[in-house]
């Protein structure tokens, strides 16, 4: 059962760029916010950036400028551009999908894409 599917990793060498996709499966009715968050060896995972449904964006500080990210609502789909890499954004990068529920904030997680930026 997989809700959420990643795509788009892989080597890069720095000053390059990729783009980062993200599709959420129909069983998940209705979501608030979808993002990005990216988890090097030896770190904790940290978010990259998110979009809620309004188009309202928060970004890390080390990508401002460089990523971006966007969202297509009814296709269930958010995209990271990843440009001028670094060697410092080399990562497991996870889509995430918020949601509210009678409980609370349920979140979901993709399985994440590797990616790799090379001096």
């Known amino acids: 059962q997989v809700q959420l599917v990643e795509s788009g990793g892989g080597l890069v060498q720095a000053g390059g760029s990729l783009r980062l996709s993200c599709a959420a499966s129909?069983?998940?009715?209705?979501?608030?916010?979808m993002g990005w968050y990216r988890q090097a060896p030896g770190k904790q995972r940290e978010l990259v950036a998110d979009i809620d449904s309004g188009g309202n964006r928060n970004y890390d500080e080390f990508v401002k400028g460089r990523f971006t990210i966007s969202r297509e609502i009814a296709k269930k789909t958010v995209y990271l551009q990843m440009n001028s890499l670094k060697p410092e954004d080399t990562a497991v990068y996870y889509c995430?999908?918020?949601?509210?529920?009678?409980?609370?904030?349920?979140?979901?997680w993709g399985q994440g894409t590797q990616v790799t930026v090379s001096s």
């Open positions: 995430n999908a918020r949601r509210a529920e009678s409980s609370g904030l349920r979140s979901y």
């Open positions: 129909r069983s998940i009715l209705s979501i608030n916010i």
